[in-house]
Each structure stands twice: as C-alpha cells, then as structure tokens.
C-alpha cells in the first residue's frame, strides 16, 4: 500500500515539472563582441561569442559596424554563420583614418541580439616612399634618371616620375615625366634641356595622401662647344679660282648653322677677311667651296670655318698657289722659294705684256743678228718642245720689263743667288763664279726628262733641260742635258748673267753668256 502511494505522488511531480516546462518564455540570444585587430586602411577582423540561444535556434550571426555608434545590421554587416558559439568576421571597405564602431549580433526567433560595442580607427593613408636615382647619362640635352618607390603609404601610387628644373627643389607643378603607377624601381628620359646648365632632380610618388617627393640629386648638361673640322685638299687652281675642302668632324652639341672656306694673302684667315659658304648646306661632314676673284701668281692661305651656338672654329691653313696668265694666255705653275714666287715651269710667251709681239728669227744666221728681243723653239718644233721645255730668248727679250705677266719680271742676278741660298748654299759660295754648291742644283732639277742626273726638285724650282741656241750661228745644242736660264743683270757690254744645270753636276753654275744666245727664261715675284 505504502509503495503504490510513492509511485503516485511521484506521477504527480513529474507531470508538475512538465508543466513548468511547457510553460518558460523564449528569449533573444546572448552574444559578446571580440576586440578588433588586423586593422588596415581598409580592413579590419573581429567576431564575438554566441553563449546562449535564448530557448530559440540561432539563424544568423556575424557583426554590424559603422562611424556611428551603436550600428546595426541595418548598415554594414557580416553574415557569420549560425547558432552558438565564437566566429570571426573581416570588416573591407573600410575608410582610411576614419573611426568605427563595431557590435557582434545573433538573431533568432524571437529577435536580434547585440554584444557589447568596440571600437577602433582604419589606418590613414600616408605618402609613398620614393628614392631618386643618379643621373647615370647626360649629353647636350638629354638625361637618364628615375627612381624607386618602395612603400605605397596605404594607397595605390597612380603616378611616379621624376620632377626637374634649374631651380633647386623642383615639384610636379613644373617639368616631370610620367614614369607608371605602382611600387618598383623605373627610368625616366629629361630632354628638350639647355646644354651648359645645372639641373636639379627630385623622384616624386602620388596616391590619395597627395605627392611626396625624393632626395634631390643635380647634374650639368655638356656645354656646346665650338665645332671640330679641318681643312681639306685645294683642286682645280688656275689664275683667279680655286677649290678647297673641308670636313665637319663634330657639332660638339650645336647645330651647326653656317659653314664655308675663308681666304687671305695673309696667314690665318678668318671670316672677316674674304669668305664663301659652301654650297652643300650645313651640318657636318665633308664639303667643298670655290674661291673666286683671285689674282694670279699670289700665294693664298685657305682655312675651313663652321659655325654653331657656340662660335665659329677653324681648320688648319693651307697654301695654294694661283696660276700664272702670260700674254699669250700660257697658265704656270708657281712655287714659293724662299720669300718670292718663282714660275715653275719655263716662260712660253710670245708676246711682250703690252701685247706687243716678240720677234722671233727664220734662220740661224738671222738670230745670231738679231740686236733687240727675239725668241724661238728648240729646234723651231713648237708642237713638240713649247710643252716640255718653254721658249728660247735672248737676253734682250729677258731684260725686258714687260716680257714676263704683269707684277712679275725676269730675276736678277742677285734673286738666284737668294734662291741658291734658300736652297742651303752658302753666301760665299753664292757669290762666287763657276760651278759653286753642293746639291742645290739637284734640288731644281726635275725628276724626268734629264739623259742622266735626274733632280729631286725638292724646291719647286722644276727646272727641265731645255738646252739652247748659240749665239754665233743659232744652232741648237743640249736638250735633255743642260738647262739655261737667263737673269735680266747685264755683266759686260755684250754679256748677261745667267745660271746653268748640267746632267752629271749637282751643283749651279754662275756664269755670263753673249747676248745674243737663246736661253730659258723663269719670272719672279718678290714681296
């Protein structure tokens, strides 16, 4: 009886207990907020706890922020999973520098839950870090430089370059170039500067915190410098032109504007004496010139010139001779011996230079007569000998002021002993008679035409063996073997002097001969 009752007050508890149960009230969940870490400019990481469901299933869980405080999930939000428990949640989007705050939240059925508020601050963005470069190339007017941005600064670099100018300091407000976005190292080409001039450089680095700027490092470009050349060889020389080359070897940073030939009887000639531009333009390189309006018989001196931003600069000199023009319009060559200017080649006139004509003779017998001017050919072969050897005359021709070009005359006596002299004799031996010297007179002689004993002609002089005509009879002797040549000094009544090249001597022989002999004749022109 005693254990049926136990039993039954037992059901009775039971079904208090149940009835209790069937009557407790479902609530909104309990959660708690985790602290903020792994903040950046724009991210960030929490979470929180969910330690009660509140009677009811958790459906969703995560965190709620903003820049308000007590932000719900009505703004921005994570979705974290269910139930309960702890998670984490990443927070992106975030404004750089801006504050936060941050609530975890847990909703069931019966609502939503928010832990305990947090709050933290978004990293700001700060400028890039950028270095700059040395100038590694520089010319005239370009550089090479550049730089390196090693750190972003929280935000995208989305411009990089270098800023330049010849003031110190120099901002992107002023000349920069434009070199990429992005962190790394890049090359920046300057241009368009003024050669001779310093510059200043600054790497710079632009994102959303504004531009910063590297160290400055300067250079100076190469000043221009005035322009390298040289002078080139002289052609096509007659009595009053002649042409002359040149060659531009360097700009040296300028363009070169203007170039050309300058000329002058004097040394060194510049452009404020007698000038021509060449017809070939400017800039550098080979170039020629013609030089017009000369005076024959004149030793000219020739020098390329060429002109940039710089100045203007000079080639070496050279010398040229013009030709000489007789009468009877005979071109020579000329040679410089000493300080005169002596024909290279014999005199072939035929007419005086007042175009008056020279007598010449038909026979022997009539040249040997002959007691005024009169000239002839070896062996009366103009054809032949006028291009090898010149004329014959006789001294009354050679001692004639007109007989040689205008400005110019037969020597004296005293020129070939200066001549001699020029060429290594001595005074003493100048002013003796007879066979004097030691090689002068193979330095006159030429290199062919001779029998034997061909010269050097190491002085210009290029004397050929013209031979001559006797005076007594008017015949001819000694080609290719002796050159004569008549000086316009008169030795006795009825003699001249003159001087002699012989084949097998290599000295020069002072002599007198008649008058009326038939010898070569060379012209000269002293200062």
Not at 139 to 146: L, M, N
Not at 190 to 217: K, P
Not at 487 to 493: A, H, I, S, V, Y
Request: glycine share 12%.
């Amino acid at each position: 009886m005693k254990k049926a009752l136990n039993f039954l007050v037992l059901i009775v508890l039971l079904a208090g207990v149940a009835t209790l149960n069937s009557c407790k009230k479902e609530e909104i969940p309990v959660v708690t907020t985790t602290v903020v870490s792994g903040v950046t400019t724009t991210t960030a990481v929490s979470g929180g706890n969910v330690t009660d469901d509140g009677g009811a299933d958790v459906t969703a869980r995560g965190v709620c922020w903003g820049t308000a405080a007590n932000p719900d999930i009505s703004g921005s939000k994570t979705t974290d999973g269910t139930g309960t428990g702890s998670f984490s949640s990443n927070l992106t989007g975030l404004t750089p520098g801006a504050k936060y705050y941050v609530r975890a939240y847990a909703t069931n059925s019966v609502g939503t839950a928010y832990g305990n508020e947090v709050e933290f601050t978004a990293t700001a963005i700060v400028g890039a870090t950028v270095t700059t470069a040395a100038v590694t190339v520089f010319s005239y007017t370009t550089a090479t430089t550049g730089g390196n941005v090693t750190a972003t600064g929280g935000g995208d670099v989305t411009a990089k370059g270098v800023c330049y100018g010849t003031a110190a300091n120099p901002v992107i407000a002023g000349l920069h170039t434009t070199d990429g976005t992005g962190t790394g190292q890049f090359t920046s080409s300057l241009s368009n500067l003024t050669s001779g001039v310093r510059y200043y450089v600054r790497a710079y680095a632009t994102n959303s915190a504004g531009t910063v700027y590297g160290d400055q490092v300067e250079f100076t470009t190469l000043a221009v410098g005035e322009p390298d050349l040289s002078t080139g060889t002289v052609s096509s020389i007659t009595d009053v032109s002649a042409t002359v080359g040149g060659n531009v070897t360097a700009d040296n940073g300028g363009a070169i504007t203007e170039r050309g030939l300058c000329w002058s009887t004097a040394e060194n000639p510049t452009v404020d004496d007698e000038f021509v531009e060449a017809a070939l333009g400017d800039g550098t390189g080979e170039f020629t010139a013609n030089i017009t309006e000369l005076v024959m018989g004149t030793t000219y001196y020739a020098r390329a010139y060429a002109v940039n931003s710089a100045g203007t600069s000079y080639g070496d000199a050279v010398t040229f001779n013009t030709l000489l023009r007789d009468a009877d319009d005979n071109l020579y060559e000329v040679v410089r011996i000493g300080s005169a200017l002596w024909m290279a080649e014999n005199l072939a006139t035929t007419t005086f230079n007042n175009d008056t004509p020279i007598p010449t003779a038909a026979t022997g017998v009539a040249w040997a007569a002959l007691s005024g001017p009169g000239y002839c050919w070896y062996e009366d072969n103009e054809a032949l000998n006028k291009p090898l050897y010149g004329a014959l005359y006789n001294w009354f021709a050679a001692s004639n002021s007109t007989l040689c070009p205008a400005g110019w005359r037969v020597p004296t006596d005293v020129e070939y002993r200066n001549l001699e002299m020029a060429l290594g004799m001595s005074q003493t031996d100048a002013e003796l008679r007879g066979w004097r010297g030691d090689d002068e007179g193979t330095q006159m002689k030429s290199t062919t035409l001779w029998i034997t004993g061909n010269g050097t002609n190491s002085s210009g002089f290029n004397a050929f063996p013209g031979g001559y005509r006797y005076y007594e009879n008017g015949n001819f002797m000694h080609v290719e073997d002796i050159a004569y040549f008549w000086t316009m000094t008169e030795d006795t009544g009825d003699r001249g002097m003159m001087r002699q090249l012989a084949a097998d001597q290599a000295g020069v022989q002072r002599q007198n001969a008649p008058k009326t002999a038939g010898k070569s004749v060379r012209c000269i022109k002293t200062p």
